[in-house]
């Protein structure tokens, strides 16, 4: 008998595993492809001082595509997607395309990721949970709803610190 790789195994007695990895695997397509939309540094940091102050910054284009970036929520952040209580905005961003808008927002809380990835499996409004995985350091959870998708990325940082991830897509 031949050695089988840990996905063979893994994947074993399991019809829907073969599903899974292709969702994770498109899932991280999608992420790829927003990071070659939005670059994939982190721009510099504000000026201390409230979110307002900080203004957010703006581009558009001809072809209906806009983006926008800052230190506060959006105004239109979907309101099915709660912030996590006592967390700080350390980015957000919006981008529009050809009508559909998408959110991706980061918070860092003291609290520990589980304790965080617990809230939103909680309170994810009118969201159903299409997956989630731990692994380590970093959970990601998927949620799929009527207008829009949301994944959630939770790392528990070296500072004892969370960071939280929230990206949510118009269908």
Not at 140 to 148: E, K, L, P, T
Request: hydrophobic share 40%.
């Amino acid at each position: 008998m031949g050695v089988k790789s840990a996905r063979q195994r893994a994947l074993r007695g399991c019809p829907e595993g073969g599903v899974r990895a292709s969702f994770v695997a498109a899932l991280l397509a999608g992420s790829m492809a927003s990071l070659a939309f939005f670059g994939c540094r982190r721009p510099a940091p504000p000026p201390r001082g409230d979110a307002g102050s900080a203004g957010p910054a703006a581009a558009g284009d001809a072809s209906g595509t806009s983006a926008s970036t800052g230190t506060a929520l959006p105004a239109d952040f979907p309101r099915d997607i709660p912030v996590y209580a006592g967390a700080e905005v350390a980015f957000a961003a919006k981008s529009t395309k050809q009508g559909r808008s998408s959110w991706t927002v980061t918070l860092e809380t003291g609290d520990a990721k589980e304790r965080a990835v617990d809230f939103y499996k909680a309170h994810m409004g009118g969201l159903k949970l299409a997956t989630c995985m731990d692994m380590g350091e970093t959970s990601m959870c998927v949620w799929q709803g009527r207008a829009y998708d949301a994944t959630l990325m939770a790392t528990a940082e070296a500072n004892r610190t969370t960071t939280l991830t929230l990206t949510a897509t118009e269908k």
